[in-house]
């Protein structure tokens, strides 16, 4: 039998900053703290023997068989040093006899990511930017769009959600929002009216099977004849393929996408002398009124040390309840 020591966290998937931090605030909770930069796997299953909870990143999917390797060296904990689950089958990490945890972050890092990004797409920021780049600094054929003038639709009102919905007030735009579960004070409407109504859809529902393609190409079809789509929640919130068609014969006027479809392997990678798979990436990427980042829209000072802390507190709490399991 495993001996598990609850003191002892062990960490996977940890880059060089969050591994400082974690260095930093476990002593200050009494944790010891096993540090890999390498993502849970079969190959490294027993770095976490002896540890009932253990916290992994976001960048990369764990196997079943990784889930069920866990159980077998006595996990029964995973903290996932994200929101959203949907890299970690978590029924099936419930029948390996683990529970599985999120984190929660400051809100604002992705809500004032996600107005950057939406005030560059109604700018013409990429064009306009690579021109500056090779010395041409005439104006841009087209002029840009004030935020006061037009109307954003916001799908998903949960943490995020709100944050973006109290940024965009300021801005003096008109303000939609779709949720099954409405929570912010805001004029809610069907899925379909939101999308026939706004210049510009932003994107912060959760990724679960109901949510897959969320925007299809029926629904894109719905929007307006130049509406924008920004997504900093999920990638595959959008049916990439419908995007790059709706994107190219002009039905939509641009989108700012911080997560993709297929992102896995590709971001958070130097792929300068790597060939890129994923046709539509590059397809995008080649569109004058794209904006592309690399999932990077949570990541500010304040919330990966908000991650970090709480995913050491979510163990410590999960041990606190489970101190004669």
């Not at 769009?145 to 801005?171: P, Q, S, W």
Request: net charge negative; aromatic share 6%.
């Amino acid at each position: 039998m495993t001996y598990s020591d609850p003191s002892r966290i062990t960490i996977y998937g940890c880059g060089p900053d969050e591994a400082g931090l974690f260095r930093e605030l476990a002593p200050c909770f009494g944790v010891t703290p096993t540090i890999t930069d390498a993502p849970v796997s079969e190959a490294n299953i027993q770095l976490a023997s002896g540890s009932r909870c253990i916290s992994v990143g976001h960048k990369t999917p764990i196997a079943n068989a990784t889930l069920l390797a866990l159980g077998q060296v006595g996990v029964k904990y995973i903290s996932t040093r994200s929101i959203g689950y949907n890299h970690i089958d978590v029924e099936y990490a419930a029948e390996a006899g683990i529970s599985v945890g999120n984190v929660v972050y400051s809100p604002d890092s992705v809500a004032d990511y996600t107005l950057m990004m939406m005030l560059m797409a109604v700018r013409d920021a990429k064009s306009i930017i690579r021109r500056a780049d090779i010395h041409d600094y005439r104006l841009s054929e087209a002029r840009g769009k004030e935020l006061r003038d037009l109307t954003v639709g916001v799908i998903g009102t949960g943490r995020i959600g709100a944050a973006v919905i109290d940024r965009l007030r300021g801005f003096g735009c008109r303000i939609l929002a779709h949720d099954n579960h409405p929570k912010a004070a805001v004029d809610y409407v069907p899925l379909d009216d939101l999308l026939r109504r706004s210049d510009i859809v932003t994107l912060h529902a959760p990724l679960y099977a109901e949510t897959r393609h969320l925007l299809n190409r029926q629904r894109m079809e719905q929007m307006k004849p130049g509406a924008y789509i920004v997504n900093t929640g999920r990638g595959a919130l959008i049916d990439t393929d419908a995007l790059v068609s709706a994107l190219v014969s002009g039905r939509l006027g641009g989108a700012a996408l911080d997560v993709l479809e297929g992102e896995e392997d590709i971001f958070y990678a130097d792929c300068r002398s790597t060939p890129i798979e994923s046709k539509a990436l590059l397809r995008l990427q080649e569109l004058p009124n794209v904006l592309i980042s690399p999932h990077t829209a949570y990541y500010t000072d304040r919330a990966l040390s908000d991650t970090v802390e709480n995913s050491i507190i979510n163990c410590l709490k999960f041990e606190g309840g489970n101190q004669h399991g």
